[in-house]
Structures are given as C-alpha cells and as structure tokens.
C-alpha cells in the first residue's frame, strides 16, 4: 500500500490544501518586491519570505503522505495561525481571507481524515 493518500472525494480537502500551501510556497519563493513589502508591513524581515515558502513546501509535502499528515496540519496550522496574528496586528484585516481560508481547509481535511 502506498504512503500517499489517494485520489479520491474523501480526500478532496486534503488535496485541496496541499494545493493551497504548494501555490503559497511558489508566490512567496517568487520573492517578488510586492510580497517582501508585505511581509516587511506585518513585521517580518524581507528575507521571511523564503522561510514562509520553505515552511509552506514542507506543509505541503508532509499532507499528502499518511504517515505524516498529522505534523503537516500541525505545521499548516502554525503557518496560518501566525500570518493571521501578523494581519491582525497590521490591522489589515483585508488579507485576512486567504490564511483564514487556508487554516479552514486544513480543519476540514483534519476531520475528515480522523472520522
């Protein structure tokens, strides 16, 4: 049997999430002046980026394989948590939608898989 979870409607958020955080990790690896300004904003150094999308990679990686599904919405989770406090911070609630989306697709999945 294979580590990786299948392709199938049960596993659509799982899917959906590892999606989500492989886009997030490739628009935040782009390093592009846009994304460094924001993460300058929210009180990061400009560099963060690339440890955003390294973590974001990893996140993304350790979701669609069983065995470490559980450390990869726990490291999803932080990710999340800790952009939406950053946000929150700024007092940019505008961007709140995409981490709060992100974090709910994880719950999501999290159920699913542990029901």
Same mark, same amino acid.
């Given at each position: 049997?294979?580590?990786?979870?299948?392709?199938? @409607?049960?596993? !659509? $958020?799982? &899917?959906?999430?590892?999606?989500? +955080?492989? %886009? /997030?990790?490739?628009?935040?690896?782009?390093?592009?002046?846009?994304?460094?300004?924001?993460?300058?904003?929210?009180?990061?150094?400009?560099?963060?980026?690339?440890?955003?999308?390294?973590?974001? @990679?990893?996140? !993304? $990686?350790? &979701?669609?394989?069983?065995?470490? +599904?559980? %450390? /990869?919405?726990?490291?999803?989770?932080?990710?999340?948590?800790?952009?939406?406090?950053?946000?929150?911070?700024?007092?940019?609630?505008?961007?709140?939608?995409?981490?709060?989306?992100?974090?709910? @697709?994880?719950?999501? $999945?999290?159920?699913?898989?542990?029901?």
């Amino acid at each position: 049997m294979s580590n990786l979870i299948s392709f199938s @409607l049960a596993n !659509a $958020a799982t &899917l959906a999430a590892a999606a989500a +955080f492989l %886009a /997030g990790s490739f628009a935040n690896a782009s390093a592009r002046k846009p994304i460094r300004e924001e993460f300058v904003r929210y009180g990061f150094p400009w560099w963060w980026c690339w440890v955003t999308a390294l973590l974001e @990679l990893m996140t !993304a $990686a350790l &979701l669609v394989l069983r065995p470490t +599904f559980t %450390a /990869g919405v726990a490291l999803g989770s932080c990710i999340m948590v800790a952009a939406i406090v950053a946000i929150l911070r700024a007092g940019d609630v505008r961007h709140l939608l995409p981490p709060a989306a992100f974090l709910l @697709l994880l719950l999501i $999945a999290a159920f699913v898989q542990f029901s």
